[in-house]
Nanobody, 120 residues
Framework: QVQLVESGGGSVQSGGSLRLSCAASGYPFSSACMGWFRQAPGKEREGVAFITSSGSASYADSVKGRFAISQDNAKNTLYLQMNSLKPEDTAMYYC??????????????WGQGTQVTVSS
C-alpha cells in the first residue's frame, strides 16, 4: 500500500521560509516522478515542483528561484524548500507520485496535505 505523509507546513510571515517533507512508502520511489502540488481556497490545484527519477527538477513559474525540490532515496523522503514566501503561496500543499518517471503522466498517489499560510 502506497503511503505519502506530508509535514512541515505552518504559518510564517512574508519573506520567511519553510521546508516541507513527504515521507513515502510502498512504492519504488527511485523509479518514479514525484511532485508537489498546492490548492488555495477557491482555486484549482496547481503543480508547483516536480523531480524525475533521474533527479531532473522543474518548477512552476510562480515559484522559480524561490522553491527547491529534492529527494533522499535512502530515506524515501521528498522535500520542498520554500524561501522568500509570499501571501499568494498560501495553500494546502500535497505531495504526489507518478509512475511516469519523466513526469509526463498523471499522478496516481497523493498525500493528505499540509497547510502553508503566509501573512503579509
Amino acid at each position: 500500500q502506497v503511503q505519502l505523509v506530508e509535514s512541515g507546513g505552518g504559518s510564517v510571515q512574508s519573506g520567511g521560509s519553510l521546508r516541507l517533507s513527504c515521507a513515502a512508502s510502498g512504492y519504488p520511489f527511485s523509479s518514479a516522478c514525484m511532485g508537489w502540488f498546492r490548492q488555495a481556497p477557491g482555486k484549482e490545484r496547481e503543480g508547483v515542483a516536480f523531480i524525475t527519477s533521474s533527479g531532473s527538477a522543474s518548477y512552476a513559474d510562480s515559484v522559480k528561484g524561490r522553491f527547491a525540490i529534492s529527494q533522499d532515496n535512502a530515506k524515501n523522503t521528498l522535500y520542498l524548500q520554500m524561501n522568500s514566501l509570499k501571501p499568494e503561496d498560501t495553500a494546502m500543499y500535497y505531495c504526489a507520485v507518478s509512475r511516469y518517471v519523466d513526469c509526463t503522466g498523471s499522478f496516481g498517489y497523493w498525500g493528505q496535505g499540509t497547510q502553508v499560510t503566509v501573512s503579509s
